[in-house]
């Protein structure tokens, strides 16, 4: 059983920035996953596809966060990122990491001033 943990959420005010990190408990390897991702649901929205990264290293963001957001992993520490810049609050939601089929718990993030 895989268990993400998920940490770096919090409140921020619009123009600022947060680095959110994946980690996986136990001794899997999460590098031994192909896909690393992450989601994020807003309330009374569906869950949506945020940024995603191959293990070739290849990525894809949603359109609505291109240009401000950046997924990386570091595989020393078994942890995948992302870092959020310029923050606006339609950014406002739960974030998931996503190594498939593991989800992790999620974590807040707010954007208001």
């Known amino acids: 059983q895989v268990h993400l943990v998920e940490s770096g959420g919090g409140l921020v005010q619009p123009g600022g920035s947060l680095r959110l990190s994946c980690t996986a408990s136990?001794?899997?390897?999460?590098?031994?996953?192909?896909?690393k991702a992450w989601y994020r649901q807003a309330p009374g929205k569906q869950r949506e596809l945020v940024a995603r990264i191959t293990e070739r290293g290849i990525t894809t963001y949603a359109d609505s966060v291109k240009g401000r957001f950046t997924i990386s992993t570091e595989r020393a520490k078994n942890t995948v990122y992302l870092q959020m810049n310029s923050l606006k609050p339609e950014d406002t939601a739960v974030y998931y990491c996503c190594v498939a089929p593991y989800w992790g718990q999620g974590t807040q993030v707010t954007v208001s001033s």
């Open positions: 136990g001794r899997i390897n999460i590098f031994s996953f192909d896909a």
